[in-house]
Structure formats: C-alpha cells, structure tokens
C-alpha cells in the first residue's frame, strides 16, 4: 500500500510565513504552533524547514497546496521504503 510522503525540495524558497505550519498543527489538533509537526527556523542562508515524521499522518497534500511558494512536494511511497 502506498502512502503519501511530505518532502521539501525546494528549502530556498522559503519565506518564513509559516503558513505551513499552521496547517499542520491545525490538522494535528493542537492549539497554536508548538504542537506543530513542521518547524521554520531562521539560517544564515534564509529559512530551515524541520519536518517531524509524524507531519505524514496529517493530510499532506492540504499542507504542501498552502505554501505560497512551492516549497513543498507530496510523493507516493510503498510501505516497504518506509
């Protein structure tokens, strides 16, 4: 069975809005971002996107499609790559 794998290929282009992880808490459950699977950390070189293996129990197609940027992608992975 195949199930669907958030990855950030694209970490450049990120601006920090941290809309992303809003969505993901909010799909989570939690109240506020702290309990958020997705954390954004200012770099020298921009923004680091931190992804908790848990954020791809979410529905993460909702969390990739909110990024104003494009920063995110949604692969297809069999259980036996996991």
């Not at 954004?40 to 923004?47: D, E, H, N, R």
């Not at 931190?50 to 529905?59: A, G, Q, T």
Request: proline share 5%; with cysteine; aromatic share 4%.
């Amino acid at each position: 069975m195949a199930k669907k794998v958030l990855k950030v290929p694209h970490k450049e282009k990120c601006i920090g809005c941290e809309m992303c992880v809003f969505a993901a808490s909010r799909l989570a459950g939690a109240v506020g971002i702290e309990g958020s699977p997705i954390k954004i950390l200012k770099s020298k070189k921009g923004f680091d996107v931190h992804l908790d293996p848990n954020v791809n129990d979410l529905d993460v197609e909702k969390i990739a499609n909110i990024c104003p940027k494009g920063c995110f992608s949604v692969e297809d992975v069999s259980d036996e790559t996991l």
